[in-house]
C-alpha cells in the first residue's frame, strides 16, 4: 500500500495569512493526488485532483502543487470559512490511500 | 449535478451484517464512472473501503476484502455496502461517493460525496 504523510497535523493561522499543507507519498504516484476539504460534523468537498487541478466551483484562493511523492496544499489568504480539516489522497493504485488530516484552526 | 445519499439503520449488533444504501440522482450509475464507500470512525482520518466500476465490476480494499460485498441495483439507481461479522472497530460515519476519469484517462478521482451516515456497532 502507498502511504501518505501530511505535515503539520494541525495548524494555527491567523485570517489573511498563507497556509501551506505539505502531503508526501511513500511512493513515486505522478501527480495522481487529490485534496479535500472537510468543514466540522460535515462530508468531505473535493478540492483539487491531479495535484493542482481545482475543481469546479472551488475559489481560486486554493492551489495545489507538486509531482512524484511530494506535494503541496496552499491557502493564498485563510478566511474564517476556511477552517477543518484537510485530506491529500492518492489514487494511481489500490487500495486507495489518504494521508491523516491537517486540522485548520483560526487564531 | 449528480448528488449521493446514504441511508441504513444506524446501530448493528456486534458480529451481524451492516448494510447501506447509496441512492444516485442526476446520473445513471450504469453509464460509466466508479462508484463506492468510504469511511470514518469518530475523530479520525478516512480509510477507503471498496468500489465497484459501471458494470459492477468491484475492487475493495485488502484490510476489508473478505467481509464486504458492493453491488448495483440499477433499477433503482443505488448501489449497496455490506459488511459482515462487525466488531466496534467498524463504527464510523459511512459516505459513498463517485470517481471520474481524470485527463490521463486511465486513473480516477473522487468529485463527489453523500453526506455520511453514522454506524454504530453495539449490543
Known amino acids: 500500500d502507498i502511504q501518505m504523510t501530511q505535515s503539520p497535523s494541525s495548524l494555527s493561522a491567523s485570517v489573511g495569512d498563507r497556509v501551506t499543507i505539505t502531503c508526501r507519498a511513500s511512493?513515486?504516484?505522478?501527480?495522481?493526488l487529490a485534496w479535500f476539504q472537510q468543514k466540522p460534523g460535515k462530508a468531505p468537498k473535493s478540492l483539487i485532483y491531479?495535484?493542482?487541478t481545482l475543481q469546479s466551483g472551488v475559489p481560486s484562493k486554493f492551489s495545489g502543487s507538486g509531482s512524484g511523492t511530494d506535494f503541496t496544499l496552499t491557502i493564498s489568504s485563510l478566511q474564517p470559512e476556511d477552517l477543518g480539516t484537510y485530506f491529500c489522497?492518492?489514487?494511481?493504485?489500490?487500495?486507495?490511500?489518504f494521508g491523516g488530516g491537517t486540522k485548520v484552526e483560526i487564531k | 449535478q449528480v448528488q449521493l445519499q446514504e441511508s441504513g439503520p444506524g446501530l448493528v449488533k456486534p458480529s451481524e451484517t451492516l448494510s447501506l444504501t447509496c441512492a444516485v440522482s442526476g446520473y445513471s450509475i450504469s453509464s460509466a464512472y466508479y462508484w463506492g464507500w468510504i469511511r470514518q470512525p469518530p475523530g479520525k482520518g478516512l480509510e477507503w473501503i471498496g468500489n465497484?466500476?459501471?458494470?459492477?465490476?468491484?475492487f475493495f480494499n485488502p484490510s476489508l476484502k473478505s467481509r464486504v460485498t458492493i453491488s448495483p441495483d440499477t433499477s433503482k439507481n443505488q448501489f449497496s455496502l455490506k459488511l459482515t461479522s462487525v466488531t466496534a472497530a467498524d463504527t464510523a460515519v459511512y459516505y459513498c461517493?463517485?470517481?471520474?476519469?481524470?485527463?490521463?484517462?486511465?486513473?480516477?478521482?473522487?468529485?463527489?460525496w453523500g453526506q455520511g451516515t453514522l454506524v454504530t456497532v453495539s449490543s
Open positions: 489522497q492518492q489514487y494511481i493504485s489500490y487500495p486507495l490511500t
Open positions: 511512493q513515486d504516484i505522478n501527480n495522481h
Open positions: 491531479g495535484a493542482s
Open positions: 461517493a463517485r470517481r471520474v476519469r481524470d485527463s490521463s484517462g486511465y486513473h480516477w478521482f473522487i468529485d463527489s
Open positions: 465497484m466500476d459501471h458494470t459492477g465490476i468491484t
